[in-house]
């Protein structure tokens, strides 16, 4: 084959890639934009969720996709062992524009074929009058003294909650992960006693081009520095980054000016959210928007195995080594696409992690020299588990039939644990308190 034909064909595959990345797009609320929905993992198997919890679907390690109804309560039968730590997480996909409720949402939780709760219920509540993808987990953790530590079979079910109706078949996203345990006789490290909530300076240099994903599934890898993207109203989009045991992790997003002449006031019209590397909420924060310049930042506490013992969420949820999840927020009554900038710090030299009995990295906890260099370059991988380099690629539309351009655009992910919606918290993470919940 000679050069060209090879570029030609090249080409041509890179473009049905991206494709293949890219689902349909759906009109915002106003007509004037296309928002992409929920991209559900490629490897999601379909699975129908019970009315009785005697009939439901078997779950093991792995991804699974469903829908909800309102009204609906659907079981699923969890097969646990009695050495992992186990997080299951459901994630919400409203179809985007979709009407919705403040308190609209789903209630997940883990309980013994008897009824006795493994941990403590997650209600994911939107908590905003923008339809997006929503998340959160419920657990089962090995340690004396606590429910559910025998191997066997556990209920999961995910219940509709809120006002209203309800929706009609709004996809859901099941993912089971299983972290080993320690060792027999191991100490597990101590929490950090104390730590900065002054966010680190970012490197120097221009701020690097990224096409955010629409959510866990396909969001592009982002190291520290300075990384630039645009949202559309009604949009949100999804970044991961890599955080090692000990460290923390700083975020700051600055939106631009609306290029309207009478741009409206949107109370909390911006919305910056952190999920941790098993998609359970860490925290969010949000900022009103009226048309200026305006920035929203969290900063978090130092990753740590010992977290899981506080009972403070936002501590609490950082209890892993791995990649960590980033959603940015517009909501959809502001009236213009605007650009963003996403500055990545991160604070910290790594430490040594836990005595695992077991690969802790091959399970999903944990993050490689590949996964460091993925997060400098703004890597995403494809359906098939390679990876492509946003930095390189423009963001255009797709138009069939004519120009097969690239483009990922998004839709996010976020969601609430413990009985709380989504609100916005303090920057400065909180003091650690004793455990006493999962």
């Known amino acids: 084959m000679t050069r060209g034909r090879a570029g030609a064909v090249s080409t041509l595959a890179l473009c049905a890639l991206m494709l293949a990345a890219n689902p349909a797009t759906a009109a915002s609320p106003d007509g004037s934009e296309a928002v992409t929905p929920y991209k559900m993992s490629s490897d999601a198997r379909r699975v129908h969720g019970s009315a009785a919890s005697t009939d439901g679907p078997r779950l093991r390690p792995g991804t699974y996709s469903d829908t909800i109804s309102g009204g609906e309560r659907k079981y699923y039968r969890v097969e646990l062992d009695a050495r992992s730590n186990a997080f299951i997480s459901t994630v919400l996909a409203p179809p985007p524009g979709s009407v919705i409720g403040p308190l609209d949402g789903v209630r997940i939780s883990l309980e013994s074929t008897d009824g006795v709760k493994c941990s403590n219920s997650a209600d994911v509540t939107f908590s905003g009058g923008t339809a997006r993808p929503i998340a959160d987990y419920v657990t089962r953790r090995i340690e004396a003294n606590r429910a559910c530590q025998s191997a066997g079979d556990y209920l999961l079910s995910v219940e509709w909650i809120g006002s209203g109706d309800g929706p009609d078949k709004w996809p859901i996203e099941l993912k089971f992960m299983a972290e080993p345990g320690l060792k027999e006789g191991t100490v597990p490290p101590a929490a950090p006693s104390a730590w900065s909530s002054q966010a680190p300076e970012t490197p120097a240099g221009s701020a690097r081009s990224v096409s955010g994903g629409t959510g866990f599934n396909d969001a592009p890898a982002v190291g520290e520095g300075a990384w630039k993207d645009e949202l559309r109203p009604g949009e949100s989009r999804f970044y991961k980054v890599p955080l090692d045991w000990g460290q923390q992790l700083f975020l700051d997003t600055e939106f631009a000016n ?181």
């Open 258 to 438: 609306s290029t309207t002449a009478q741009p409206p006031m949107v109370i909390g019209g911006l919305r910056l959210s952190l999920f941790n590397t098993a998609r359970g909420f860490v925290r969010s924060a949000d900022t009103n928007y009226s048309g200026k310049p305006t920035a929203v930042a969290l900063g978090t506490a130092p990753a740590s195995f010992a977290n899981r013992t506080a009972s403070q969420d936002t501590t609490g949820a950082m209890r892993f080594s791995g990649w960590y999840y980033v959603r940015v927020s517009l909501d959809q009554r502001v009236d213009s696409t605007l650009p963003m900038t996403l500055r990545v710090g991160v604070r910290g030299e790594p430490q040594p992690g836990p005595a695992y009995d077991g690969d802790a990295t091959a399970a999903g906890f944990g993050i490689t020299d590949e996964d460091r260099e993925a997060a400098q370059e703004g890597r995403v991988e494809d359906a098939r588990g390679g990876s492509v380099l946003l930095k390189v690629i423009g963001v255009t539309g797709i138009g069939l039939g004519t120009v097969l351009v690239a483009g990922l655009a998004a839709w996010t992910v976020a969601g609430r644990r413990s009985r709380r919606s989504e609100e916005p918290e303090e920057t400065v993470p909180l003091p650690r308190e004793p455990d006493r919940t999962g």
